[in-house]
């Protein structure tokens, strides 16, 4: 699969120790996210080596990361980091339900890695005795496979088996899925952090 490729891994490994270079070591690279129905974005996820940081701060990081990965990637921080600036993790699903309402008209672009990834995605599925046309939110590469379907519940599927590697097929609410690259898309657009979209997604929607 091309997500689990030499030239992926290559291109994320380059970028991440730029990004690594250029932050003097503060930003460190964790884990890539791929993302096949929704243009087949792959998203970068980073650690902040800094016990305190502001909104602002966060705001050049951001915008300095994505001079870096152009529009090869989509980039965040862990959960970890967001919250030393006043997210609430356990409450993360309404933050991304008010995104999908307050930036519903946030365009979402294609990667150059779309095709790849989709290509990825309808492996996976023929493997695993699903439609081709399912709509796959997420492919997770870890000890399993982890295969997110866009769908009305959170809930375990089914688990199967490609190659010798244990699938695992999750049903993820579509809304959050669909809140979270639209403010993804939107940070992105106006060089802001991921976190400041979600906090100000509350007063946007008037909810």
């Known amino acids: 699969m091309y997500c689990l490729s030499d030239e992926l891994l290559g291109n994320i490994?380059?970028?991440s120790q730029e990004i690594y270079e250029?932050?003097?070591g503060v930003v460190s690279y964790e884990e890539y996210i791929v993302l096949p129905y929704y243009g087949g974005n792959i998203i970068l996820r980073f650690d902040l080596k800094k016990e305190k940081v502001t909104l602002d701060e966060l705001d050049r990081y951001e915008a300095l990361m994505y001079e870096i990965v152009k529009d090869d990637f989509l980039i965040d921080f862990m959960g970890d980091v967001y919250k030393k600036v006043g997210l609430d993790i356990s409450h993360l699903d309404e933050y991304l339900i008010k995104c999908a309402h307050s930036y519903h008209e946030e365009k979402i672009l294609s990667s150059p890695f779309c095709e790849k990834v989709k290509?990825?995605?309808?492996?996976?599925l023929k493997c695993v005795d699903l439609p081709k046309e399912t709509k796959v939110w997420e492919i997770q590469l870890e000890e399993e496979i982890n295969l997110f379907i866009l769908g009305k519940k959170n809930s375990l599927v089914k688990q199967e088996s490609?190659?010798?590697e244990t699938v695992n097929i999750f049903e993820v609410k579509s809304e959050e899925c669909e809140g979270l690259i639209k403010a993804a898309f939107y940070a992105k657009r106006k060089k802001?952090?991921?976190v400041k979209v979600l906090l100000e997604s509350e007063k946007l929607s008037g909810r």
């Open 22 to 24: 250029k932050t003097k």
């Open 192 to 194: 802001l952090s991921l």
């Open 13 to 15: 490994k380059k970028i």
């Open 162 to 164: 490609a190659d010798g």
């Open 119 to 124: 290509k990825d995605a309808e492996y996976l």
